[in-house]
């Protein structure tokens, strides 16, 4: 899979709450929300990577700095949201092996968990609410236009018959 990064170019300043020409986007799924967040009249304001919560990794028992991907003021109130792979927010599938991958993504899991304790009670503290957005959610929102199937291998082609040639 293609990794989309780049400086995503604020159209509303007024609305953008952090330094609107140092706004960094890690993904495509991030890159159309922002677009979405500085697009939308419900929005008041909008920042990404501006919230800073102190979080206890689990694996290596010390504090770490967890930057929230987006802070989305409307009328209804505050929402921190984290967007990640929907494959990113469940276990890793046990295969019967504890391959290094496995491992990873066993760390990966329990990094993740350990942010989102963390984002969640800061949330609540402060009466704002913590959501995490899937490919799912951003397509349901309608954030991200639907991604088209995949599409199916190549069968075999016909064996072609031989034909003499002049």
Known sequence: ???HQGKYKIKNRGK???DPDNVVYRSGWELYAFIWCD???RILEWSSEEV???YFYDVDKRY???FMDLKIKTTDGILLVEIKPAVQTAPPKFTGKKTK???????SYVKNMNKWTAAESYAKDRGWKFAIWTEKELTSMGIMPKQPKKLKPLKPLPKMKK???H
Do not use: L
């Open 1 to 3: 899979m293609k990794t």
């Open 16 to 18: 953008y709450k952090g």
């Open 39 to 41: 697009t939308q009249d």
């Open 52 to 54: 800073v919560i102190p």
């Open 64 to 66: 770490h700095r967890y």
């Open 101 to 107: 991958r496995y491992i990873n993504e066993g760390m």
């Open 163 to 165: 034909t003499k040639r």
